[in-house]
């Protein structure tokens, strides 16, 4: 590229029929490493030993530590500014306080979920360096939608055809696997984060938007075979919420984008569920209607779990019984005796008043609801809110499979909120700022 000379202005380049400029070889690096690794880590879910989980949070620790020593320093640029995001790096903190004051009641338990937590606000720290520019958020996007959409493919493939295993391979000791996930509201989860992503695209782009229109369906059609209940329902109200927000006003487009014709709007709108629909009869809708038609109990027995878990918490109040001994304390508080392993509260926000008081609940709680108005902004963020609305009766947070994907939407949505910021004070005071030089270079 040519050496452009100083100038006092600002100085936006853009090089057409390229994508060189938008990231420097650092960033492009470490962002395709980070990539790999939470590609890795949903990859393994399946894997019941402990190998996978290490491998990631160790990868995650050594891209940090090397981007750290040869990235970070040479920038003058950060990550997001504000207490809410700084909440996220005292999540695992909390913990070791919790272990140096004695305070836990299984300090092995505890550690490993300072390690977990440390890997998750790694991934939330190198998004938001990693990811700086609006063009960077588009690379980050569509990767997360490719891998989507291989996942959703996976899973539709091998619900008709491998009998449990993955891969068509490896035994998951379940009747039915879900592309790699054993559990069918963990790859719901997944899935709730990059289905307004598709969606979004498919409304932003219009008629020209035929790729997209075609992987929202496709996403959505294994949500609703794979029969979750929750991940149904939040997915549907997703793409209806992203139509809706279409429908009553055209979404936050960029400045270099022109507005889609009413008359392409329309057709588009119609064409998003029309698809999603189609493909849901194509692959089958009986087996969630039968779910929701059947009157069992594992809503009730949720409720038997959720009563024990507020009594920890209102024990415990202020410092909890030590991050990720729930299954080791609950029994105590247990109001019925089931002839099974209780390992997760299936709320995860009680859990975390369990197991860590209620400072440890709003450490976790105020980062995410902080972003949920910028989500709004960027319905490509939709995911986020979805995923909070179902940790309320699942667990998604303890799979980095998922919480490692969410966490990086959660870095990408405040990088959204910081530039929003920045071109809000540019519109109202435009005096103090220089407009910016545009230079555009073809090959």
């Not at 929202?216 to 793409?239: D, F, Q």
């Amino acid at each position: 590229m040519p050496a452009f000379p100083t100038m006092s202005n600002r100085v936006e380049v853009r090089v057409k029929g390229t994508a060189a400029g938008i990231m420097n070889r650092e960033d492009l690096v470490a962002g395709l490493c980070l990539f790999i690794l939470l590609v890795y880590c949903t990859a393994t879910i399946f894997v019941k030993a402990a190998w996978p989980l290490q491998s990631f949070q160790m990868g995650v620790f050594a891209l940090l530590a090397v981007y750290l020593v040869t990235g970070i320093r040479k920038r003058e640029e950060g990550a997001a500014k504000g207490v809410a995001p700084l909440l996220v790096y005292f999540i695992p903190v909390w913990g070791l306080i919790q272990i140096l004051a004695h305070t836990t009641t299984s300090t092995f338990q505890t550690r490993e979920a300072v390690l977990r937590w440390g890997a998750l606000a790694a991934v939330f720290f190198l998004v938001q360096i990693v990811v700086r520019t609006p063009a960077a958020r588009e690379i980050a996007l569509h990767a997360m939608l490719f891998f989507a959409t291989v996942m959703a493919l996976l899973c539709l493939t091998q619900l008709f055809t491998s009998k449990g295993l993955v891969l068509w391979i490896f035994p998951s000791g379940y009747p039915d696997v879900y592309a790699t996930f054993p559990s069918y509201n963990n790859y719901a989860q997944f899935i709730e984060i990059s289905l307004p992503i598709a969606v979004w695209y498919s409304l932003r782009k219009g008629l020209q938007s035929w790729g997209y229109i075609l992987v929202a369906g496709t996403l959505y059609a294994s949500v609703i075979r794979a029969a979750s209940r929750a991940g149904a329902a939040l997915c549907t109200a997703e793409l209806l919420a992203i139509l809706a927000m279409r429908a009553i006003g055209p979404l936050k487009l960029n400045r270099r984008e022109t507005k889609l014709r009413m008359r392409s709007i329309t057709l588009v709108l119609a064409l998003v569920p029309l698809v999603a629909v189609t493909f849901t009869f194509v692959v089958g809708w009986r087996r969630i209607w039968q779910r929701f038609q059947q009157h069992d109990d594992s809503y009730l027995v949720r409720s038997e779990f959720l009563i024990p878990t507020i009594d920890m918490a209102v024990h415990r109040p202020l410092i909890g019984y030590g991050l990720g001994t729930f299954p080791d304390v609950y029994p105590q508080y247990a109001i019925k005796d089931f002839p099974f392993y209780v390992n997760y509260a299936h709320n995860d926000w009680a859990e975390f008043a369990a197991d860590g008081g209620i400072p440890f609940l709003l450490l976790v709680l105020i980062p995410f609801a902080a972003v949920v108005p910028t989500a709004i902004r960027h319905p490509w963020g939709l995911g986020l809110v979805a995923v909070m609305l179902h940790a309320c009766v699942d667990f998604p947070f303890p799979r980095p499979a998922v919480s490692g994907w969410l966490f990086a939407m959660l870095g990408l949505l405040y990088v959204a909120r910081a530039s929003d910021r920045h071109e809000d004070r540019f519109k109202i005071s435009p005096g103090r700022h220089d407009p910016p030089t545009v230079l555009e270079f073809k090959h």
